[in-house]
């Protein structure tokens, strides 16, 4: 090996690994995947986690549907679902982000498919 190839070596394995040192630092919001199912109530069109509180849905039509298809129906988020953090994901490492992103299971709050993984 030449000294050009050491010290190509060298610069691209110290970058590596300082690239996953701040990768530990950086952190990703993990968002909800269109695919996801939600509960959606048609007459205040809002849109529910499927582990909704009971007063979401009292007294109201409910039916279930994915998020992107609630999306282009006009429905919005319940406000209270918002509160509790239910459409938010799970914060990830920034290499854990692109493992997931590589096919790789990382712990998430909903599965390929969408199904909520609570």
């Known amino acids: 090996m030449s000294r050009n190839q050491k010290i190509i070596a060298v610069i691209v394995i110290s970058l590596i690994v300082i690239g996953f040192f701040l990768s530990i630092y950086i952190t990703v919001e993990e968002t909800i995947p269109g695919n996801a199912v939600v509960v959606v109530t048609l007459e205040d069109k809002l849109y529910h986690s499927i582990h909704f509180d009971r007063i979401c849905v009292e007294g109201r039509t409910a039916n279930t549907m994915t998020l992107s ?8 988020p319940h406000m209270h679902d918002q ?11 920034l290499f854990h982000h692109l493992l997931s992103k590589l096919g790789m299971r990382v712990n998430s709050r909903w599965d390929k498919n969408g199904d909520w993984l609570w």
Request: positive net charge; hydrophobic residues 30%; without cysteine.
């Open 83 to 93: 509160e509790l953090g239910y459409f938010k994901g799970n914060r990830r490492f």
């Open 69 to 76: 298809e609630a999306l282009a129906d006009g429905y919005k």
